[in-house]
């Protein structure tokens, strides 16, 4: 079935396309060997919005191997990992293209992986996609715009509507409901109100998707322009619940200023403020460890006389918290370890007070943070969501003032690479043993002192090395050696 397009919208999906005529070649090249060909989904999406990118996703009859036999001689590159899907991928002209075969799938209550059953029509490929913002095609060469769904009338509306029932939509495929919050905060959308029904009614579905189809789902609405927003509608419709269940849990508590009604609400607003710092695109781990950050708190929460509330220690549980979740979303371990990181020192900064910080303390706050100091000064500064502006001017001034010392220091110092004045090797050669425990029991006191008291100098540090040894119980089963200048 197809529908007419406003002139305007019609002129702006023909233009886009010529900008483009890899695709009219592709449908060229497929309607010769007399197959259909479309350009559909997101892609068309994407192209009424007036952002069509260099990744392309297309439709046709043709069955896998066909696709291959066609685009080998065609494309400069032809990759199949997908085949087993239907799907061929395809390289031409700086452009990522993706053909798959017309198809229907749905999960088993049981399977973590979708059946695919090939199909034979594009209006049965459309009646199987997610939403009807992605079930529009155009056909190709002839440019037929192709919307059996009403899905043009639905992103003029901003709303997220199934071509079916939203029950069949999610039965076939539950990430759909993640993906559903994704695209709210991506593109701005409004979830009809029986999809969100739907979601709610059906959130323990997704306890049958993989770990890692969640994760990669979760991360692009975490990366979009209003995570808030998505974020809501997972909390909302306890979808969090499934993955996720230590974000709904803050809207039980109630934070130690009493700032706000909740510790959720708090929560998101770091994540925008943290959202405003970013100053090279999408930080993911940044965002990340805004939300996480003060996930221990239900936890730590204790009742203290006179009626207030404490959280002590709840960076460290949270941090604890933050690296199980993570790891059982199947992010890399170094995701998990920078998220983990920053969640522990975020309150760090609040032991500075009023700016009495020693040099040594600055020098523990740079090495603790390591290459994460950029992003713990934008966390730090986001945590702040007080009201009172005399108060939030206060933190402000102290940060910046402990931003002026460490950069100071690091010039001084060279921070960033803090090591101890004598390396390994001269500590044995003046102790006169061979590697093992008793070497970074010396490392570690020597880059104390260090961190202490700044750069001591080799005789010093040769000194205070002897000293400390004295005092070992090692030191009487060995003989000190020379010192490096006298080998």
Not at 126 to 136: E, I, P, Q, S, Y
Not at 183 to 211: C, D, H, K, Y
Not at 245 to 250: D, F, S, V
Request: glycine content about 8%.
């Amino acid at each position: 079935m197809s529908t007419s397009v406003p002139d305007p919208k019609q002129a702006a999906v023909l233009a886009l396309l010529q900008l483009n005529p890899v695709a009219l070649e592709l449908g060229e090249l497929f309607a010769a060997a007399g197959h259909d060909l479309a350009l559909v989904g997101g892609s068309v999406r994407d192209a009424l919005l007036g952002r069509l990118g260099d990744d392309l996703d297309f439709t046709t009859d043709a069955r896998p191997e066909e696709i291959m036999r066609l685009v080998r001689p065609w494309g400069e590159a032809v990759w199949d990992v997908g085949i087993a899907f239907g799907t061929v991928g395809v390289q031409k002209d700086g452009l990522k293209l993706e053909i798959t075969t017309y198809r229907s799938e749905a999960y088993d209550r049981e399977s973590r992986k979708p059946v695919v059953d090939f199909g034979d029509s594009l209006e049965g490929d459309l009646v199987r996609r997610d939403f009807t913002v992605n079930a529009m095609a155009v056909q190709l060469p002839s440019m037929q715009f192709v919307d059996p769904h009403q899905g043009f009338e639905d992103l003029a509306r901003k709303v997220l509507r199934t071509p079916g029932t939203p029950q069949d939509s999610f039965g076939d495929d539950p990430l759909r409901m993640l993906r559903a919050a994704r695209f709210a905060a991506q593109l701005g959308f409004t979830v009809a109100p029986e999809v969100e029904a739907a979601m709610r009614s059906m959130a323990g579905r997704l306890s049958i998707v993989s770990a890692e189809r969640v994760q990669a789902e979760f991360s692009k609405l975490l990366l979009s322009a209003d995570p808030r927003r998505g974020l809501g509608l997972l909390v909302g419709t306890a979808l969090a619940d499934q993955f996720l269940p230590e974000l709904p849990k803050l809207r039980l508590e109630i934070d130690e200023h009493h700032r706000h009604k909740d510790v959720y609400e708090h929560t998101l607003i770091v994540v925008e403020q943290a959202i405003e710092l970013e100053d090279d695109g999408p930080d993911l781990v940044l965002r990340m460890a805004a939300l996480l950050h003060d996930i221990g708190k239900p936890r730590t929460r204790r009742f203290e006389p006179g009626g207030g509330v404490s959280f002590h220690h709840h960076e460290l549980v949270g941090a604890k918290m933050t690296r199980k979740r993570l790891r059982e979303l199947k992010y890399s371990k170094d995701f998990v370890d920078d998220v983990s990181r920053l969640v522990e020192l975020h309150l760090r900064f609040h032991g500075y007070g009023d700016g009495e910080w020693t040099d040594s303390a600055v020098r523990r706050y740079v090495r603790d943070a390591g290459p994460l100091l950029g992003r713990l000064h934008k966390l730090t500064r986001s945590d702040c969501t007080t009201r009172n502006r005399r108060r939030a001017a206060a933190l402000a001034a102290s940060y910046d003032e402990l931003e002026v010392r460490i950069a100071r220091l690091q010039e001084q110092e060279k921070l960033d690479a803090i090591r101890p004045d004598l390396d390994g090797n001269e500590v044995m050669e003046l102790l006169g043993i061979g590697p093992g425990p008793v070497i970074g029991r010396a490392y570690r006191f020597l880059l104390e002192l260090r961190l202490d008291e700044g750069p001591l100098g080799h005789d010093r540090a040769v000194s205070e090395l002897r000293e400390w040894w004295a005092r070992q119980p090692e030191s009487a089963q060995a003989a000190p050696g020379p010192t490096p200048s006298e080998s």
